[in-house]
């Protein structure tokens, strides 16, 4: 079924198992999200962008159920299973019976001025809260077990492929927009500092630093309840599912995306002391001296994400021009990161 039939079909309230009186559609880069009642479905794009591949009903299966297992390590309560999307005589429904036309994530919906970006937005992220999520954090990522395989993903050579990946990817978007000039700059300086530290980066490899991370720690995938216990008052949803390589990582560049998030949206404080805690907690100060690097990684791929959504033509054209400012300031942010720890010989 055509991409643009299919979000149609399952943003009419008849399509749902239950009473539903409005659906919600949201779209990202990669998926369509629809908002029902107190659940929400998430359905895969049939897209291979080169960093992922959905092209298939089987393999949208696949990563469904990958989608599931591993967000269920963070948020155990939200991620309720992978549903059909089936047709029937009488149109397209989920969790019916019929031919099985895509497949969905099911999940809790959870309350969108609980994310810490909205938390942010309304001036309530403290220096304490964000302190507190670098250490569960922190504790996430010291259970995780470490092995050959994983370390291997975090050797230099793989991790230069994945942050060149992005600039690749992105050059036929921002390299020819507006920001052209700021994106080349970015790229420049990346590939200078990459250079800088591959002693460092395959030194961890080396002694089984990369864990299986997150992947995809921005402020919109936490939400912070204050009436709950902890650690059920913090929970992270949308961990990367699609690819190892983009999840088997130097948890160092997981927690950079959290870094770099809270700097884009103007609070480079509570970046610091965010940062200082999750080193604090797994004694990794050595890690410390990746964070500019990996944080104009993070900026880069939400650079790319950005202008991704500017060329999506199923995406309104509000939302495209907003998508563009945003992806601006993103490679203007990693451009500042990387120009943070230039040597003055390299400026040119």
Same mark, same amino acid.
């Given at each position: ?22 659906? @919600? ?8 999200? #629809? &908002?029902?009642?107190? #659940? ?39 991620? *309720?299973? /992978? ?27 959870? !309350? ?12 309530? /992220?403290?220096?304490?809260?964000? @302190? ?11 259970? &995780?077990? !470490? +092995? ?40 420049? &300086?990346?590939? +200078? ?23 995809? $720690? ?57 940062? +200082? ?38 995406? !309104? @054209? ?13 490679? $203007?942010?990693?451009?500042?990161? *990387?120009?943070?720890?230039?040597? !003055?010989?390299?400026?040119?």
């Amino acid at each position: 079924m055509e991409l643009s039939h299919l979000i149609k079909a399952l943003a009419d309230p008849t399509a749902y198992p239950f009473p539903v009186q409005a659906v @919600e559609v949201r779209q990202t880069h990669i998926s369509a999200v #629809f &908002l029902a009642g107190s #659940f929400v479905y998430k359905v895969k794009k049939p897209i291979a962008p080169g960093f992922l591949d959905f092209t298939t009903l089987e393999k949208r299966q696949h990563f469904c159920y990958e989608e599931v297992q591993l967000n269920r390590r963070l948020a155990p309560d939200v991620y *309720l299973g /992978v549903v059909p999307v089936v047709q029937t005589p009488t149109g397209v429904r989920l969790e019916g019976e019929g031919e099985v036309v895509e497949w969905a994530v099911k999940m809790r919906r959870l !309350p969108g001025e609980a994310t810490l970006l909205e938390h942010l937005r309304r001036g309530e /992220v403290t220096v304490t809260l964000v @302190e507190m999520l670098a250490r569960q954090i922190a504790t996430f990522h010291l259970g &995780l077990e !470490p +092995n050959d395989r994983i370390a291997s993903f975090g050797r230099f050579d793989a991790v230069a492929r994945n942050i060149r990946d992005v600039f690749e990817q992105a050059d036929p978007l921002a390299g020819a927009e507006e920001f052209s000039e700021i994106f080349n700059r970015t790229r420049q &300086l990346m590939g +200078n500092t990459l250079e800088r530290f591959r002693p460092l980066i395959d030194s961890r490899a080396a002694r089984g630093v990369p864990r299986e991370c997150h992947g995809d $720690l921005h402020l919109d995938h936490i939400y912070y309840f204050p009436d709950q216990p902890p650690p059920s008052n913090l929970v992270i949803i949308d961990c990367i599912e699609f690819s190892e390589r983009l999840r088997f990582i130097d948890p160092v560049a997981d927690i950079a995306f959290t870094a770099m998030d809270l700097t884009f949206h103007d609070r480079p404080d509570l970046a610091g002391a965010f940062a +200082n805690t999750y080193f604090q907690a797994t004694r990794d100060e050595e890690g410390r001296t990746l964070i500019p690097l990996y944080t104009a990684y993070r900026s880069s791929v939400r650079g790319l994400v950005e202008s991704m959504l500017t060329a999506d033509h199923d995406v !309104p @054209e509000a939302e495209r021009n907003a998508a563009r400012q945003r992806a601006r300031k993103y490679w $203007l942010l990693a451009r500042a990161e *990387l120009e943070s720890v230039t040597d !003055p010989g390299d400026a040119r």
